[in-house]
């Protein structure tokens, strides 16, 4: 299949082949973003701005563990360890 091209040498958009080719590349793109979807759902209820809700059972968990990762961030083992890196 010969495409013909323009004075610049890009493919001609006028042609039979170019659409062709534009029908198959847009074919094959929406498969491929079919297939590469994300397969878990979040349940995480988000506020408006996007931040996680701290309101529901699953934020009340996420808030119970990043307190429990900034107290052990603060403890002495962990500062002993940061002084010698």
Do not use: H, W
Request: hydrophobic share 30%; net charge positive.
């Amino acid at each position: 299949m010969a495409v013909k091209t323009t004075a610049s040498g890009k493919m001609d958009k006028r042609t039979k082949e170019y659409k062709e080719l534009k029908d198959r590349l847009a074919k094959a793109r929406a498969a491929k973003a079919k297939s590469s979807a994300p397969k878990t759902q979040s349940t995480l209820k988000k506020t408006k701005s996007g931040k996680v809700d701290k309101r529901t059972k699953e934020g009340k968990a996420i808030c119970e563990r990043m307190a429990k990762a900034r107290k052990a961030q603060k403890s002495l083992s962990n500062r002993l360890k940061r002084l010698f890196r």
